[in-house]
Structure formats: C-alpha cells, structure tokens
C-alpha cells in the first residue's frame, strides 16, 4: 500500500516563502507522475504543478515563475517550493502520485499565508 506523508505547511506572511515535502513509502521510481495540489475553502481541489518520471515539470499559470517542484529519488520525496507566496496562495495543499492503476493522494498539510 501506497502512503504520502506531507509536511512543511504552516502560517506565512505574503511576499514569504515555504517548501512543502512529500515522501512516499517505497520507491518514487513506479509512479509515473507525481504533483501538487490544493483546495481552498469552497473551491475545487485544483491542480499546482506535477513532474514526471523523467523529470518533466508543469505548472498551473496562477503559480509559474513563483513555485518550483522537484524530486530526490534517493529520498523518495518530492518538493514544492514556494516562493513571493499571496494570500489567495492559501489552501490545503495534497500531494498525488500516478500510477497505471490508480492515483494516490496524501492526507495534505495547511498553508496559511496572512499578515
């Protein structure tokens, strides 16, 4: 069974910075994909950025040039750092990971940003 951990939510001030992990049970090698998403309240869980096996990255327009997602396959951890951070930034953020089966998704970790 598949498990996600995330972790390094928290309260932020705007114009601040976060790095969020997400460290899977087992190796990170059999999912094809892995991502970032959240939901803000009374909105639909939306995509944040996702990369691939390979190493391919892709991101929502609302957070390019801003946020950063990698992946240390040693670790098997993937990582969304979160830079010049806005207050409509805030939501619960989820790590997914893909495989030919089915997606997985953590339990999710609070971001607050607020002065």
């Known amino acids: 069974q598949v498990q996600l951990v995330e972790s390094g939510g928290g309260l932020v001030q705007p114009g601040g910075s976060l790095r969020l992990s997400c460290a899977a049970s087992?190796?990170?090698?059999?999912?094809?994909?892995m991502g970032w998403y959240r939901q803000a309240p009374g909105k639909q869980r939306e995509l944040v950025a996702t990369?691939?096996?390979?190493?391919?990255?892709n991101y929502a327009d609302s957070v390019k040039g801003r946020f950063t997602i990698s992946r240390d396959n040693a670790k098997n951890t993937v990582y969304l750092q979160m830079n010049s951070l806005k207050p409509e930034d805030t939501a619960v953020y989820y790590c997914?990971?893909?495989?030919?089966?089915?997606?997985?998704w953590g339990q999710g970790t609070q971001v607050t940003v607020s002065s």
């Open positions: 997914k990971a893909t495989t030919v089966m089915r997606d997985y």
């Open positions: 087992g190796s990170i090698f059999r999912f094809h994909a």
């Open positions: 990369v691939t096996s390979g190493g391919s990255a």
